[in-house]
């Protein structure tokens, strides 16, 4: 199935942007998201994207992230624009063979690949 790596993630202050990016997101059958988790809590769903291109957001995050694959150079990224204090977390990439959409998108067991994660630091 492959391995899905991430890149993008730094130190930002906020109102700043940053671009993260999954490498090895290879298939137009996956459905794929990014999760974030912070120490102490559950990994929580930010941005999903189903085979067919339709997308999902959490509430906190619309109208500031996008969730972006590029075929071409099978990569997944996160657009992440306006960016605020409680951004701050290790964001993860997920991919699951899902062949069209997952009735659970928030759910992280629905995923069956994961990335080691990249850590975004939102500062005043």
């Known amino acids: 199935q492959g391995q899905l790596v991430e890149t993008g993630g730094g130190s930002v202050q906020a109102g700043g942007s940053l671009r993260l990016s999954c490498t090895g997101y290879?298939?137009?059958?996956?459905?794929g998201a990014w999760f974030r988790q912070v120490p102490g809590k559950e990994r929580e769903g930010v941005a999903a994207l189903d085979s067919h291109g339709a997308t999902d957001y959490a509430d906190s995050v619309v109208g500031r992230f996008t969730i972006e694959r590029d075929m071409r150079n099978n990569v997944l990224h996160l657009h992440m624009n306006n960016l605020k204090l409680e951004d701050t977390a290790m964001y993860y990439c997920a991919a699951d063979p899902c062949g069209g959409y997952l009735q659970r998108v928030w759910d992280a067991n629905e995923y069956d690949i994961w990335g080691q994660g990249t850590q975004v630091i939102v500062s005043s």
């Open positions: 290879r298939y137009r059958t996956y459905c």
